[in-house]
């Protein structure tokens, strides 16, 4: 057997197990339970970057170090009466009696993904399966004529967008629509659900950037950013249909208050809806793990998608595009550790562009 379905076989194992529970054949290992399920981690206060070096100044802007855009005081608690650790439970139990709704890919969309992987496929096609998508559209032209894709010209209709994009783009985007076509549904989770789904894309902005030095694909890296939280959509389209938080709540407009229910299964949940979709294995280690950050030094290479997404979804957090994020030193974070960023003049310059990429959202 290949190390690849070694991989695959085990990855598959611990989702299951974890879902299944003891003495099933999909089980996780003894030691995996709901009190070690990754949460954020805590990281030391951030230091002064090193300016040592004469291509930096001691006052230079880095955004690692200035006022974070989203201030702790102003997010709101935790619901008192929102009992997390039964919400998970009874989350367990439908997945284990498939009773859980996995997202499932759109029509139009599954047939604009399948258009895409012909030779010599036509965007004029591709442009018929998603033209009737207002959100889809406003995506694809919104991303055509940011700082990453922008050309001489502006985009100004989908017809232009496609071609600019190209296909692994066009792919990346589509996915996204996917996961976006449920939050229609989830009224009550409206401002959470788009909060959600553009935090994913700031972090897939910000990992494509880094893959550019990091030495990773930039279009998987986009890919795995936009889809690393699409566990979160699938949870809250679960807590909807199965409990009444929202009758109860109606003035819920914060992610933050269901800490207890999303931070500890958004991961898993994730990894089985990328399993479910039939994404490449890297995929699904990236939305599984862009948290649990925990390797062996000869399997580091395993970690390097998970790891970009980790460090962008902190810094994107940073640049307030996301949860409330505490001050954190991020050189000594583990992805950092593992792309091998560290606080020189090098890596400083190169991570104090990121801001720039969101310059249009800025003066739009």
Not at 61 to 69: H, V
Not at 109 to 129: S, V
Not at 169 to 182: D, E, K, N, P, W
Request: hydrophobic residues 40%; proline residues 4%.
């Amino acid at each position: 057997m290949s190390s690849q379905s070694n991989k695959d076989k085990s990855f598959v194992s611990k989702l299951g197990n974890f879902l299944f529970g003891e003495g099933d054949e999909k089980r996780i290992d003894e030691n995996l339970t709901k009190d070690a399920l990754p949460l954020m981690p805590e990281t030391p206060v951030m230091p002064t970057p090193d300016t040592s070096s004469a291509s930096l100044e001691k006052n230079d802007y880095y955004f690692w170090l200035c006022t974070r855009a989203r201030k702790k005081e102003d997010i709101p608690e935790k619901l008192e009466h929102i009992d997390g650790e039964s919400i998970c439970g009874a989350i367990e139990q439908r997945v284990r009696e498939d009773q859980f709704k996995l997202l499932d890919i759109p029509a139009n969309i599954n047939r604009a993904l399948e258009l895409i992987k012909k030779d010599n496929f036509d965007y004029d096609e591709i442009e018929k399966e998603i033209i009737h998508s207002p959100y889809l559209t406003g995506e694809f032209i919104k991303l055509a004529n940011s700082a990453l894709f922008r050309g001489v010209a502006p985009v100004a209709s989908l017809k232009q967008a496609l071609p600019r994009l190209g296909e692994k783009q066009v792919s990346c985007l589509l996915y996204l629509g996917a996961t976006r076509m449920y939050t229609d549904s989830m009224k009550a989770f409206e401002q959470i659900t788009e909060d959600i789904v553009s935090h994913s894309h700031a972090v897939g902005v910000i990992a494509s950037y880094l893959a550019k030095k990091y030495d990773a694909d930039e279009d998987d890296a986009f890919l795995a950013g936009l889809l690393h939280d699409m566990g979160k959509l699938a949870i809250l389209c679960d807590i909807c249909e199965h409990t009444d938080i929202f009758r109860i709540h109606p003035g819920i407009t914060s992610e933050e208050v269901l800490d207890d229910v999303l931070l500890p299964m958004h991961e898993y949940i994730g990894g089985i809806i990328a399993h479910h979709w039939n994404l490449e294995q890297q995929f699904i280690y990236a939305i599984g793990y862009h948290h649990d950050l925990d390797f062996d030094s000869d399997k580091a290479e395993e970690y390097r998608l998970p790891a970009i997404v980790n460090f962008s979804d902190a810094v994107a957090r940073m640049l307030g595009k996301g949860r409330w994020i505490e001050d954190i030193d991020l050189f000594s974070l583990k992805s950092a550790e593992i792309l091998g960023i560290s606080n020189t003049a090098e890596h400083v310059e190169f991570l104090n562009k990121i801001p720039e990429l969101f310059d249009d959202e800025s003066q739009g």
